[in-house]
């Protein structure tokens, strides 16, 4: 069972304990202190003796999940809010096809966790007495927040309908001190979830010490109670790209850094304009203009503005400053401080491009299913959401899109990833077959290195495989798909391949085969196919695969009714080998006379 969890990538550092001669105990002390989580196959008890004497508190312990030895049940013991032991419970259980069991209240009331939901959206924790909050949030309380930046989202899950904002987008009428639960770029009191939308613009001479540009952001950062947590990044001129002190201040905090030309900062209007800096540097403005600049950029997706979720206009909460080297350093640094319109952290968010597969929950594959339980966001037409939804949970957002909209569905995926979020987009079928997966990949590569959040294609159950083993076992030989949609592919251009398959005398699958507005096609394909195939071939009209409404009918090229055909039917065309046998739709592995291995 723990192979398998690491083969997928859920888990680093495995120990069987009948494999090495040393106790558990003492293995999983020296593990303690740097696991994330610690995942034991067995029983509830022995685990809790185990892990008792290292137990401190919830800030520092890691989760701690018991599965038993069939895979039936993920229990999280220890960490299932804040170090994320219910999360990974549900990957788990998705994988082994077993059931998470979460005990929290939050879980079992379908509430939000308010100590650790802000992960899933891409953001992080600071301070404030947590456990008050959730002791406050136990008692059915509903905590007063104040929201002055990153996605608002969140607002519409099922699981936050306790939630109240009451921030009106100015920040200087927000009652900071009155609320319980505050998100923003702000320290202070309350507890705090802080998005990244502060960009550090920076500016510096060369060999500046690395200490003067640390003491320079620590000390802005706290001129105007902002927190380290909601910085997004690091923006200066080109010209510092090689400069060490910067690169290791990026390295050190993780922050990306971005690098722009001279004419594009010039052209950034900036309330600190520099002469000197100007005939220096070729632009009036580095810090300021980079800073601005950069989080105009975090507010866009590839290069066009989004309005659909939109906040207020970037802006300068600290301007220039000025850092010098004290003694024993070297050069002098500025910095400003901009807020972004909303939140950008691609590094942190990603893109799962999920096959739903033909319907049915129990044909979804376990790597799809771990995919859709470890993301915050579904994304997909309506229809294809509506059959995946027994596995949605309270703290999941589903985006709906229209069927014709996929560029639109795509963008938005990619948009919400590189904002920080763990993204499912969704496809019936597999997305790799006439699914998003490539309309989704062409608008990644598009966008800058920077931007790009991690993508991962997850494979699903194709209507053509579906099809095939409902009749048979037609695809014993080679086989191609053919759409006789032309509203993506000139007609002229699928003629061509429908030609290439019946002078090849493939197996064919014919996908999007009819519809009120293409009445023709399939009886040109008929025509064309026929010309490579006995008009006797068999053909398979398979409707509505996987779901209620399923009917197959078996058929040959030579008496096809085309009136029944609609875009819910796939239809499977045999080879010239082909046969139907006792109801059995069937293609031989091999032509007659030819050798037989």
């Not at 997909?380 to 596995?391: A, K, Q, R, W």
């Amino acid at each position: 069972m723990l192979q398998r969890l690491r083969q997928a990538g859920l888990l680093h550092v495995v120990r069987e304990a009948e494999a090495e001669a040393e106790a558990s105990g003492p293995w999983l002390a020296r593990q303690w202190g740097t696991a994330d989580a610690v995942v034991a196959v067995g029983a509830c008890g022995l685990v809790t003796r185990l892990i008792a004497p290292l137990i401190s508190d919830k800030q520092s312990d890691p989760a701690v999940l018991v599965v038993d030895p069939r895979g039936r049940f993920v229990v999280p013991l220890l960490g299932g809010h804040g170090a994320g032991g219910d999360r990974l419970a549900e990957e788990i259980a998705a994988l082994v096809g077993g059931q998470a069991v979460l005990t929290g209240a939050g879980a079992s009331l379908g509430r939000l966790p308010l100590d650790a939901f802000g992960q899933a959206w891409g953001w992080r924790r600071g301070a404030g007495d947590w456990r008050g909050l959730m002791v406050q949030a136990a008692g059915g309380l509903p905590p007063f927040l104040s929201q002055e930046a990153g996605t608002t989202l969140w607002q519409g899950l099922e699981a936050a309908g306790s939630g109240k904002d009451n921030s009106d987008g100015d920040d200087s009428n927000q009652a900071d001190g009155e609320a319980a639960l505050v998100i923003g770029p702000r320290s202070g009191a309350g507890c705090r979830w802080h998005p990244p939308s502060l960009w550090l613009g920076i500016g510096c001479e060369r060999d500046t010490s690395l200490p003067v540009l640390e003491r320079l952001v620590a000390e802005g950062l706290a001129q105007q109670g902002l927190a380290r947590e909601a910085v997004a990044g690091l923006a200066s001129i080109d010209r510092k790209g090689d400069e060490p002190a910067l690169l290791a201040l990026a390295e050190q905090h993780g922050w990306p850094l971005r690098l722009y030309d001279a004419s594009t900062l010039a052209a950034v209007a900036v309330p600190h304009p520099s002469e000197a800096v100007a005939r220096e540097m070729g632009t009036p403005s580095v810090a300021e203009a980079a800073a601005l600049q950069a989080a105009s950029e975090a507010a866009s997706e590839a290069g066009q503005p989004l309005t659909h979720l939109a906040g207020t206009a970037p802006r300068l909460l600290v301007e220039k400053r000025i850092g010098r080297a004290a003694s024993g350093e070297r050069g002098a640094a500025t910095l400003a401080v901009a807020l972004a319109a909303r939140q950008w952290a691609p590094q942190r968010g990603s893109l799962h491009l999920v096959g739903s597969g033909p319907g049915p929950i129990d044909l979804l594959s376990g790597d799809a299913r771990r995919a859709l339980a470890a993301t915050t966001v579904w994304v997909g037409y309506g229809l294809y959401l509506d059959l995946l939804e027994p596995l949605r949970r309270p703290d999941q957002l589903r985006r709906e899109g229209r069927l014709t909209e996929e560029r639109a569905r795509c963008a938005e995926a990619i948009d919400l990833a590189r904002q920080g979020l763990d993204v499912a987009l969704i496809s019936s079928g597999d997305s790799g077959i006439y699914g998003m997966a490539g309309l989704a990949l062409e608008l990644w590569l598009q966008l800058p290195v920077l931007d790009r959040p991690a993508f991962t294609v997850h494979p699903g159950l194709s209507a053509l495989q579906l099809a095939a083993a409902r009749a048979g076992a037609p695809l014993m030989h080679d086989f191609c798909t053919i759409s006789l949609s032309d509203r993506l592919t000139p007609w002229e251009v699928i003629e061509r391949r429908l030609k290439g398959a019946a002078s090849g005398d493939f197996v064919v699958a014919l996908y999007n085969p009819r519809s009120l507005g293409r009445p023709w096609q399939l009886g040109r394909a008929i025509e064309l196919l026929v010309e490579g195939r006995p008009a006797s071939t068999p053909v398979l009209l398979a409707r509505q695969l996987g779901r209620a409404e399923e009917a197959l009918s078996l058929h040959t090229l030579g008496n096809l009714p085309e009136d029944q055909v609609d875009m819910l039917t796939l239809v499977l065309v045999g080879n010239s080998s082909t046969r139907v046998q006792d109801g059995r739709m069937v293609t031989p592995r091999g032509y007659p006379g030819a050798a037989l291995a």
